[in-house]
């Protein structure tokens, strides 16, 4: 069973919709992540969450709104996306906030038309 | 701030050569270093980890050594293979306090390597 799942692998919407991701880790870990993966670039630390308390970014613009509602589950709504958002959106988890290593899901590949 | 540099890809190499693929960092404080690796269609997975100077992560036949006083990182496997095609990430945790607490993770910008048969 895969550690870290996330749905749907594959996503296009236009830049007026609204879609969620979804994150759903087996491992019984209390910290879980959102990262951006665009081509050529660092990935990027979008969220954190430990024990269903947020942290914020501040460099994340508004149109991404995370959720936890328990230490299992964390979503990514999405909606007034633009171009560049388009990405591979990648869900990691962790034992507790600051230890490491994070194990990640396959990723939800976006493409914002 | 951090900042991790990891050699420009793509890297193609013939099956059973050998690798190296190159990895500096900037950092405050004491980092723990890490390699992932990012199979075809998958997320990232720890591949080896080392958390203090002059430590040896390994595993599936890959290594990495902790150089402090060159701040280095390189990855070496003596003979690859075909299974090895992936995006090879060295990353480190400074395990600092910041807005994100000490779990952040600073990753290169990734090296993709194909083996040819």
């Known amino acids: 069973e895969t550690g870290v799942t996330q749905t749907p692998r594959h996503l296009v919407m236009g830049m007026t919709n609204k879609k969620s991701l979804k994150c759903e880790q087996h491992?019984?870990?209390?910290?879980m992540y959102w990262y951006k993966q665009s081509a050529k670039k660092p990935l990027e630390l979008m969220f954190v969450y430990s024990l269903e308390e947020r942290v914020e970014n501040n460099s994340v613009p508004s149109r991404f709104s995370p959720e936890c509602p328990n230490s299992s589950h964390l979503f990514l709504h999405l909606h007034t996306l633009q171009p560049e958002d388009s990405a591979l959106y990648l869900c990691?988890?962790?034992?507790?906030?600051?230890?490491?290593?994070?194990?990640f899901g396959d990723g939800t590949r976006l493409s914002i038309l | 701030g951090d900042s991790v540099t990891q050699m420009e890809g793509p890297v193609t190499l013939s099956e059973e050569a050998f690798l190296t693929i190159n990895c500096t960092y900037t950092?405050?404080?004491?980092?723990?270093l890490f390699w992932y690796v990012q199979y075809p269609g998958e997320g990232l997975q720890l591949l080896l980890k080392?958390?203090?100077?002059?430590d040896k992560g390994s595993n599936k036949g890959f290594e990495a050594t902790y150089r402090k006083e060159t701040t280095s990182f390189h990855l070496e496997k003596g003979s690859v293979q075909v299974s090895d095609s992936a995006v090879y990430f060295c990353?480190?945790?400074?395990?600092?306090?910041?807005?994100?607490?000490?779990?952040?993770?600073?990753f290169g910008t990734g090296t993709r390597l194909t083996i040819i048969p």
């Open positions: 990353a480190l945790s400074d395990g600092l306090e910041s807005n994100f607490g000490n779990e952040k993770l600073t």
């Open positions: 491992l019984g870990h209390n910290a």
């Open positions: 080392a958390t203090k100077a002059d």
């Open positions: 950092a405050t404080g004491y980092p723990s």
């Open positions: 990691a988890s962790s034992q507790d906030r600051g230890y490491q290593p994070q194990h």
